[in-house]
């Protein structure tokens, strides 16, 4: 781990440096299997699954013999557990409704704000080592609260052309409204046109590798919306004495463990805490089973000492950090203070693993320093706002010669006009 | 114009295929400006600025004697109206503010949700004819009442390195923190990587030219955010005998007027109220100064007849139009049954001009069919939205025994032992 102490401003974009990612060597890859996918249809979708994932499927929908039989599988005990996490998605998000927003702004003139679903969306889930059933409740819980008509999730299938029953059980649990058995560039290429199998939807969620990422850059091209751009993980945790360094490892080492490009940072106002951490990181590592991919990412990670909280924090949000782990007596501070983070953990009781399953918050979050700009997954990412207003008589009669001067003014001659003949009428 | 009387669900598409645009001629020449300007920096502003806009400035910051000589130029009408749009604007944006929402999701488990604003906005105003000084207001105002921090303006220079007085005059009265003359392409690869005289932001607001359209596109590659994907503006009305034919014909042209490529559908249930707009239409166009233009967009803009109220919303809902006027007898059918729309004008004295100027609500709105997934720029748009938890030692004994089966069913060890630790200790 590389230790750092009160560095100098001039070199924080070095400290607080992601690892980049080149991804124009795959983008021809990507558009090649999205015009395929465009003129062909399931044709190409089941050439893309025969070639990428090694199976030749006759059919790529879920049947809800599949579900049942999945439902037979999925142990007592993690059904309850899963049980619990969707209780609490479920209250936070269903808290995030926004009653419509209605406002005379001028005498006559009634204008209103409300948010509708987005009809018809798309959930991507990863495949490999980890079924990520988690996700599905993190993405599918707040579409259906929303009321999205449409909840497609795609998902890669294993060897033998069957999904991991835990995502099957959580998708019909979350009400998916379709399951379809595709993975990877083709899944995300089929929902972006549609095919005889794979519904068309407006706007498509859920983390992947360097291909989905790829692909899902792409489908904003064809007029598709995605939930955000997307990075490799990561943590930054702020600790002083009062927190537990063997804590403080094991949430560091949660995130490590996720990817070998994981980012992990602690800010401290104590080198004490920096160095029982560093400590503790190590013992705590040598018995992780994905060690190998957690020591990677720990090597690169950086123990940051600062001055002060007022230093710790405008480093903080020059980074921008994905999870943001506050462990300090002084935590008003820095919660109160924090521009820029995607969900904040506060107090030693309260791990990365907290909110990546069961707290309530969602776990789909702005990475790679884009909590500057967009918000995590929550309740209006699966709906938008339009807005409406309806004017009487009175009301145009009230606003109408403040646009006919600004519409004059910015040389809209017909933009005057539809309110001249209106206020005409009524002379 | 072209008249299409009950079409076939089959026919759709074609019926409402909107203007095909080609981007990729140009995207060679923005990567260039992109390139040089994060490598030169102003230098490379300074050269495009004598290339695009043919003038050479010493200074691109507009200083404040410039903003007291513009305040001097603009009429007092003119700031009078401007300053009943601007009431409106800020009244109906304001009251978009939302609580923060904070639940208990289990027994020690608090969850919260905050929007924090941007701190780093751009807007992008174009130049050329119309000084489109409202768009303005539409966005400095609600980035003003969400406290970002910088509110950065950029906007091309004419001939004598100047800026339109009007321009300056609204930036100036809503709080915009820094003008820069400097327009095109070279305006957001300045906002996206910064120069010495142009701030770098977080996310870029604002119409332009499809040079500046596929500038945005390409910001977002460089982690710059942006309000929205653009296209043609675009109005569809719905009107049967109630409406006043004289008045649809007015809006279909202030629609019409704003370029060639621009989208102009009347839906009917009443081919006698078609045969009346086409005739109005005729007649209004005659007399207009922007009436090439004008001409262009009604001959490609279509009249379609449909059978009743169902199909013609099946319709529009299918379209998605930015701008959707209400002119039926029926119309609480339409306002409640509308899926994707921008913007909802309702009644026959409530005109498109209205929402482009003073009614309250937002003229920056999806296009392009994007109602189906985009909200149109709002208060939100300015924010991001975190989330917080905070979990007592009791709130981790109540959910932890959940993550910890649910992220050893995923695989992830670390993350489990991160909730054992702590579970350990409270025994």
Known sequence: MKKIYSPERSTWPTVLKRPTQTVEDIEATVLRVFNEVKSEGDIAIHRYTQKFDNVSLENILVTSEEIEEAKKQVSQELKESIAAAKSNIEIFHAAQKTEKVSVETATGVLCWQEKRPIQKVGLYIPGGT????????????????????????????????KINPAIL?????????????????????????GTNSIPQVYKIFGPGN???????????????????????????????????ASFVASDLLSQAEHGKDSQVILVSTSKKMIDKVEK??????????????????????????????????????????????????????????IENAGSVFIGNYTPESAGDYASGTNHTLPTNGYAKQYSGVNLDSFMKSMTFQKISEKGIQTIGNAIELMAEAEGLQAHKNAVTLRLESLK
């Open 280 to 337: 503790e990181v190590e013992e705590q590592l040598s018995v992780l089973p994905r060690k190998d991919i957690a020591m990677t990412a720990i090597e690169n990670s950086r123990l940051i000492y600062v001055d002060n909280d007022v230093e710790a924090l405008t480093l903080i949000n020059e980074y921008g950090p994905e999870h943001f782990i506050v462990c300090v007596k002084n935590e008003e501070y820095y919660v109160a203070n």
């Open 130 to 161: 980890a079924p990520l059933f988690s996700t599905i409740l993190m993405l599918a819980i707040p579409a259906n609260i929303a009321k999205c008509k449409e909840i497609v999730l795609c998902t890669p299938p294993g060897n033998e052309g």
């Open 169 to 193: 059980y959580a998708a019909d649990l979350c009400g998916v409204t379709k399951i379809c058995k595709v993975g990877g560039i083709q899944a995300i290429a089929g929902m972006t046109f």
């Open 210 to 244: 360097q291909f989905v990422t790829v692909a899902k850059q792409l489908a904003t091209k064809f007029g598709v919306a995605i939930d955000m751009p997307a990075g490799p993980s990561e943590l930054l945790v702020v600790a002083d004495d009062t927190a537990n």
